[in-house]
């Protein structure tokens, strides 16, 4: 039995024109000879009635005083009323199916409530009904935890529900539907001529995604790389393949990663920098302020440092917090709110020179000014301020030409490469 695991995301199952569409791929792949299990998220965004940050605001949101047990108990109902809703639609159609709970699908948790992790997966009840040739219906972001808590899998958790029952399931793609037609080369709200990337790696994806692309869940990606089950990101209202994405073994068997230099920008709003400076050289300068962050919890990003000086940013929520440490700690400080971490993402730049002087040039050509840059083999980041974000990202995706179209080309032996033209 080949199985096909299908995720459609908040907006996809919102209102019923859109799930017309979501039926319409369960039945395709039906008819294609798949079993099908089909994880959904909440309908819909803030403001709708069913979607999760609508619920949580029943409580009093963010502020809530409900204990989070009983908040992941609340939160869960999203997912099971949004897979009501499409359980009834699919019957209309006569397609037959059956709703599992994340538990009841065997997605086993720790007892973490509200960010919980996977810890076992035992899809007897999900292999059952897919034998009875039921399409399983599991609502996303929720798991049973070993000692039966309901638990909720945290932020963009119904894409790690689905990878993990791909995985459980062995199966043969998982294909997570929304409402852009793959992962672009850069986000489409800022960069309109932005494209589909038509093949990535999971390292590639995973960095992509903790680097602010929030198309996939880095988590979902990690778990499917586990045991190579290949994940395609796909447009709901797109008939094409969308990004597939694979081991980089698998990529290389048909096209050579290295004659892609860049595969996408991706970026990160609204973050502090902040720069410490000494008039001595002082060696432990670094180590004390990284030590006063580390122990007040406020995670720090993109470091420099030098004897007499250390650059970083924070997040603008623990800024304050950082603001009032480095007073305490009588240091010389320099806070600029309001910044953009902008990374340049792409395997192929692995030993290639250039490119941190092709994106300095973009830039300045642009007339936007640098705070801070840093590279490694796959990626180089840069910092600048928000107000420049747009023009920035237009630049660079304009100066390594991501807008062109990756064209099919046969090549001798019948090897399809991809290749900009
Ligand atoms: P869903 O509700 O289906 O899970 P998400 O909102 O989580 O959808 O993810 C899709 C959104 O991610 C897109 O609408 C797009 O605005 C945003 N996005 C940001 N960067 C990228 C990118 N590089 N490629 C694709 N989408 C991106
Ligand atoms: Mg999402």
């Not at 605001?57 to 009501?84: C, H, Q, Y």
């Not at 043969?172 to 800022?190: C, E, H, L, Q, S």
């Not at 694979?246 to 595969?263: A, D, F, Q, V, Y």
């Not at 420049?388 to 080309?409: D, G, I, N, P």
Request: glycine letters at 8%; charged letters at 25%.
């Amino acid at each position: 039995m080949d199985v096909i695991v299908q995720k459609f995301g908040g907006t996809s199952v919102s209102e019923k024109e859109r799930r017309r569409r979501v039926i319409e791929h369960i039945r395709r792949e039906r008819e294609s000879g798949f079993a099908l299990v089909v994880v959904v998220s909440a309908m819909g965004r803030f403001g709708d009635p069913y979607a999760t940050d609508t619920l949580l605001s029943l409580v009093g949101g963010d502020r809530s005083n409900l204990p989070p047990r009983e908040k992941d108990l609340l939160l869960s109902t999203g997912e099971i009323i949004s897979a009501a809703v499409l359980a009834e639609e699919l019957w209309e159609e006569d397609i037959p199916n059956t709703i599992l709970t994340g538990g009841q699908a065997g997605i086993i948790t720790n007892d973490r409530p509200n960010n919980a992790h996977i810890v076992a997966l035992k899809p007897d009840r999900v292999k059952e009904a897919l034998v009875l040739g039921h399409v399983v219906i599991v609502p996303g972001f929720q798991g049973m935890s070993q000692s039966g808590q309901i638990t909720t899998l945290g932020r963009g958790g119904s894409d790690t529900s689905a990878a993990a029952l791909g995985v459980a399931l062995d199966a043969k793609y998982v294909d997570i539907y929304t409402d852009v037609n793959g992962v672009m080369t850069a986000d489409p709200r800022f960069v309109e001529e932005a494209r589909p990337i038509r093949e990535m790696t999971y390292t590639e994806v995973a960095n992509y995604a903790y680097l602010g692309a929030k198309v996939i869940h880095p988590r979902a990606v990690e778990l499917a790389m586990q045991k190579n089950i290949p994940l395609r990101i796909r447009g709901l209202f797109d008939d094409g393949i969308g990004t597939v994405i694979l081991p980089l073994s698998e990529i290389n068997k048909h096209r050579g990663l290295r004659e892609r230099l860049i595969t996408g920008i991706t970026h990160v709003a609204d973050v502090t920098q902040i720069v410490v400076e000494s008039d001595t050289v002082d060696y432990k300068l670094h180590l004390n302020v990284f030590k006063a962050m580390a122990d007040h919890g406020i995670s720090v990003d993109f470091i420099n440092t030098s004897p007499s000086h250390v650059a970083y940013t924070v997040s603008r929520r623990d800024t304050e917090r950082a603001e009032i440490l480095l007073k305490q700690m009588e240091l010389t400080y320099k806070l600029t709110p309001g910044c953009a971490k902008i990374s340049v993402v792409g395997a192929g730049m692995t030993g290639r020179p250039g490119v941190m002087s092709t994106i300095v040039e973009a830039l300045v050509e642009a007339g936007i000014p640098i705070l801070q840059a840093a590279d490694s083999h796959t990626t180089i980041w840069v910092l600048t301020e928000n107000m420049y974000l747009k023009q920035a990202l237009l630049a660079l995706h304009r100066k390594f030409a991501l807008a062109m179209e990756e064209t099919e080309v046969e090549e001798d032996g019948g090897i399809v490469h991809f290749i900009s033209s």
